[in-house]
């Protein structure tokens, strides 16, 4: 899931890439946040607060008490090319954390620093909210692409073998592989 996060937020912010600044943006579309820009820069947000808390937890550090921080300013890019580097930043490191995980460490307990106090979950759990809420808002960027003038990009190769083929480019741009991804299976 850490792998196809990435490519899918390289593949989305690759079409945002080429949108006109005033489409990215300003453009009021229909969606829980009103612009692309800003439903992609609360991605890379939560994703900041998030991996902290679980870097931190794995580690055996202490919780953050100044993780709201991640959120100030709300919309920290302004453009595009600075939003989506900050995202395959975060993006490797979500995919080193999962790599070095094995079932006892999808059960470390994470503090995650909410504004009424620190509450824990297990990081299996953190992992499966963060992915959840990358895949939600995702999926509302890709709909709002629906009123510009670049087509909303296919999110849902990832998977399949037999797709392979068409995410094999990104990968590659992003430093992965079928074989990196999914050793041998890749192979069948």
Known sequence: MAYNNAWANHRL??????????????????SFFP??????????TVDWF??????RALGGAEVNPDAR??????EPFRDCAS??????????RLVLLCVALDEHKLETRVGIQR?????YDSAMRILAHLFQHQIHHRGQAHAMFAGTSVPPPQLDEFFCANE???????????????ALIWGSVAEK
């Open 115 to 119: 504004r009424t106090g620190v509450v």
């Open 164 to 178: 392979a083929n068409l995410r094999a480019a990104e990968l590659s741009q992003l430093g992965y592989s079928e």
């Open 83 to 92: 939003l989506a580097a900050a995202q395959r930043a975060v993006d490797r």
């Open 50 to 55: 998030y991996v902290d808390a679980l870097e």
């Open 69 to 74: 921080r991640f959120f100030e300013p709300e």
């Open 35 to 44: 612009s692309i820009s800003q439903t992609l820069n609360h991605n890379v």
């Open 13 to 30: 912010l690759a079409a945002a890439g080429k949108l006109v600044t005033s489409a990215f943006l300003d453009a009021t579309r229909t």
